[in-house]
């Protein structure tokens, strides 16, 4: 007899089916398998000690402060502990409970239905200005045009074009001049027919800019208001264009002076729940969210962020995260812009461990081959 133990990181359905185990068995054990740990706050009391004899009754369990047993506060914080299985059972028993119990049995249910996306899609950036904090992604009008065959070739899935640096403290451009500084890229790439090899997306919240962009065979609207703007959403929709909504605490010129949250998990959710209806209202189909990497957040943040992402999969939307070459690297492992390469992959990948579909990066290569190798470990 020979004993292994097997990561967690295992791809269990494969493995079960690798061992012969029959088709209905395959997902019976596979969400035996997936652990998931889910906090919950501001619970009443009487609501945690039925969800704790609920859990241990279906083989899971919940971790409640001392005291919970005898009501010693109103309202506790709790973390719950079980596999896939554990939280279908569960979501059903507290359908019939008091204390808010119910309104919590749906979330399980939600959570219980997440899945992880296997593939990950590359959004290479492009900047047509010159004070993007990245210099190695500036390219004015032909060189652009290199630049963007270059990633399609790379592996690109989506190319973002913007002529606005978005960096803390950036410098405030007029409509007008963003879109005199992306009107030559947009002529070139309409006449090189370019939207027809890559999905082209366009980074800016100005109308008249996106309106351009749009006509020009951009299908995508990359927003770090998170379509704060209604006629942006009126042209996302009759455009039928993916939107993506970045949330943003504050704006570039503001966002890094002291950001404050009461829960950066809690309050990104909400604030994606309140943009999603705003765009399903105006009738836009298809929606990415962006957690917003270094818009308005701490390090802290940005690591609770990545770290969490499965919190928005509930959601059911796509995810996409860009933290490329950003300051966090730096404040963790001190190195200049050209040096962050190493920190992005590591970001990034962890990222698409985590939940994101889609990474918004300078180096399209590198990302190519780090998440062909990290697929093949999972």
Same mark, same amino acid.
Do not use: W
């Given at each position: 007899?020979?004993?292994?133990?097997?990561?967690?990181?295992?791809?269990?359905?494969?493995?079960?089916?690798?061992?012969?185990?029959?088709?209905?068995?395959?997902?019976?054990?596979?969400?035996?398998?997936?652990?998931?740990?889910?906090?919950?706050?501001?619970?009443?009391v009487g609501g945690a000690n039925i969800l704790?004899?609920?859990?241990?009754?279906?083989?899971?369990?919940?971790?409640?402060?001392?005291?919970?047993?005898? #009501?010693?506060?109103? *309202?506790? =914080? $709790?973390?719950?502990?079980?596999? !896939?299985? /554990? @939280? &279908?059972?569960?979501?059903r028993k507290e359908l019939a409970q008091p204390?808010?119990?119910?309104?919590?049995?749906?979330?399980?249910?939600?959570?219980?239905?997440?899945?992880?996306?296997?593939?990950?899609?590359?959004?290479?950036?492009?900047n047509a200005n010159d004070d993007s904090f990245?210099?190695?992604?500036?390219?004015?009008?032909?060189?652009?045009?290199?630049?963007?065959?270059?990633?399609?070739?790379?592996?690109?899935?989506?190319?973002?074009?913007? #002529?606005?640096?978005? *960096?803390? =403290? $950036?410098?405030?451009?007029?409509? !007008?001049? /963003? @879109? &005199?500084?992306?009107?030559?890229?947009?002529?070139?790439?309409?006449?090189?027919?370019?939207?027809?090899?890559?999905?082209?997306?366009?980074?800016?919240?100005?109308?008249?800019?996106?309106?351009?962009?749009?006509?020009?065979?951009?299908?995508?609207?990359?927003?770090?208001?998170?379509?704060?703007?209604?006629?942006?959403?009126?042209?996302?929709?009759?455009?039928?264009?993916?939107?993506?909504?970045?949330?943003?605490?504050?704006?570039?010129?503001?966002?890094?002076?002291?950001?404050?949250?009461?829960?950066?998990?809690?309050?990104?959710?909400?604030?994606?729940?309140?943009?999603?209806?705003?765009?399903?209202?105006?009738?836009?189909?298809?929606?990415?969210?962006?957690?917003?990497?270094?818009?308005?957040?701490?390090?802290?943040?940005?690591?609770?962020?990545?770290?969490?992402?499965?919190?928005?999969?509930?959601?059911?939307?796509?995810?996409?995260?860009?933290?490329?070459?950003?300051?966090?690297?730096?404040?963790?492992?001190?190195?200049?812009?050209?040096?962050?390469?190493?920190?992005?992959?590591?970001?990034?990948?962890?990222?698409?461990?985590?939940?994101?579909?889609?990474?918004?990066?300078?180096?399209?290569?590198?990302?190519?081959?780090?998440?062909?190798?990290?697929?093949?470990?999972?």
């Amino acid at each position: 007899m020979v004993v292994e133990v097997l990561s967690n990181e295992l791809n269990i359905k494969n493995y079960l089916k690798l061992l012969g185990v029959d088709g209905g068995g395959v997902n019976i054990l596979a969400a035996k398998a997936e652990m998931h740990l889910v906090a919950i706050k501001d619970l009443h009391v009487g609501g945690a000690n039925i969800l704790k004899q609920d859990a241990l009754s279906v083989g899971a369990d919940l971790a409640v402060p001392k005291g919970t047993v005898i #009501a010693a506060q109103k *309202r506790v =914080n $709790a973390l719950l502990i079980a596999t !896939t299985k /554990e @939280l &279908e059972i569960l979501a059903r028993k507290e359908l019939a409970q008091p204390f808010g119990l119910k309104e919590l049995a749906l979330k399980l249910k939600k959570i219980a239905k997440v899945k992880k996306p296997k593939e990950c899609e590359i959004m290479g950036v492009i900047n047509a200005n010159d004070d993007s904090f990245f210099s190695g992604s500036r390219f004015l009008e032909r060189d652009a045009v290199v630049m963007i065959e270059q990633m399609i070739e790379e592996g690109a899935d989506i190319i973002d074009i913007g #002529a606005v640096s978005s *960096r803390p =403290n $950036a410098a405030i451009v007029s409509a !007008t001049e /963003e @879109l &005199e500084r992306i009107t030559p890229i947009l002529e070139l790439i309409k006449e090189k027919n370019i939207a027809q090899n890559v999905r082209l997306s366009i980074d800016s919240y100005e109308p008249l800019v996106i309106q351009k962009a749009l006509d020009a065979g951009f299908t995508i609207v990359n927003d770090i208001t998170g379509l704060e703007n209604d006629a942006v959403c009126e042209l996302c929709a009759s455009y039928e264009a993916t939107a993506v909504i970045m949330h943003m605490q504050g704006t570039p010129q503001t966002m890094q002076n002291s950001p404050a949250y009461n829960s950066v998990l809690d309050d990104v959710y909400s604030f994606f729940s309140e943009r999603i209806e705003k765009a399903e209202h105006f009738g836009i189909k298809d929606i990415v969210l962006d957690v917003g990497i270094g818009f308005g957040k701490s390090l802290e943040d940005n690591i609770s962020l990545i770290k969490n992402l499965e919190h928005f999969l509930t959601l059911e939307k796509k995810l996409l995260v860009g933290a490329s070459r950003k300051s966090m690297i730096d404040k963790i492992f001190p190195s200049s812009v050209e040096q962050r390469l190493s920190g992005t992959l590591a970001l990034h990948l962890e990222a698409f461990r985590n939940g994101a579909a889609m990474l918004r990066v300078h180096d399209v290569y590198a990302h190519k081959q780090a998440l062909e190798v990290q697929k093949a470990l999972l």
